[in-house]
Every structure is written in C-alpha cells, then in structure tokens.
C-alpha cells in the first residue's frame, strides 16, 4: 500500500501537518481539510489500536468506540502487519 500513496500531493499534504505547532491548530486545520465523518474515523481507528495494544477484547472495543468488528479486524491487521506506524508513535508518547 506504501507505494500507492507515495504522491506529490501527500507528500504536499505531510509537508502541511508537519508545520501544525498545537492541537488547536490541528483541530483549525483538519476541520478545513476533513469532514467531521472522515475525522471522527480516523480517530476511531485510533482508539482501537490503543485499546488492542492494551489487549482489550473484541466486545470491549465495540461497546467503548461503537467501532465493527470489520474495523476492529482491519486496525488489528495494520498493527501486525502493518508499516509500525501506530508502534512508532505509541513509544514516542509513552516518552
């Protein structure tokens, strides 16, 4: 999948959220750029995956997030099989 996203345009879009210096100017900015769906997906996502890595069941995090069992898999998917993004940033807060 990697390949497939490495475009000008995203790497435009990285250069952008690079510079964001708060979270107020990530709320400014994302609420510009997604809509409230696309942002509360995101955010969902991530939340499973910090539920899943402190190995919470299946049930657990669709009664917390309100997430399917479908994201639930696929978030699982990208944390063992994925390009350890969500590990990187999980040890860079735990910093």
Same mark, same amino acid.
């Given at each position: 999948?990697?390949? #497939?996203?490495? /475009? +000008?345009?995203? +790497?435009?879009?990285?250069?952008?959220?690079?510079?964001? #210096?708060? #979270?107020?100017?990530?709320?400014?900015?994302?609420? +510009?750029?997604? /809509?409230?769906? !696309?942002?509360?997906?995101?955010?969902?996502?991530?939340?499973?995956?910090?539920?899943? #890595?402190?190995?919470?069941?299946?049930? !657990?995090?669709?009664?917390?997030? @309100?997430?399917?069992?479908?994201?639930?898999? $696929?978030?699982? $998917?990208?944390?063992?099989? @994925?390009?350890?993004?969500?590990?990187?940033?999980?040890? $860079?807060?735990?910093?």
């Amino acid at each position: 999948m990697t390949k #497939k996203i490495h /475009t +000008d345009e995203v +790497d435009h879009l990285f250069d952008a959220i690079l510079t964001l #210096k708060s #979270k107020e100017e990530c709320y400014s900015f994302f609420e +510009d750029v997604c /809509t409230v769906n !696309e942002l509360l997906s995101i955010s969902q996502r991530y939340e499973v995956a910090m539920m899943l #890595k402190d190995k919470k069941t299946y049930m !657990e995090i669709s009664e917390k997030t @309100g997430a399917s069992t479908a994201t639930i898999s $696929r978030v699982n $998917r990208s944390l063992n099989y @994925g390009n350890d993004g969500y590990e990187l940033v999980f040890e $860079r807060l735990q910093k």
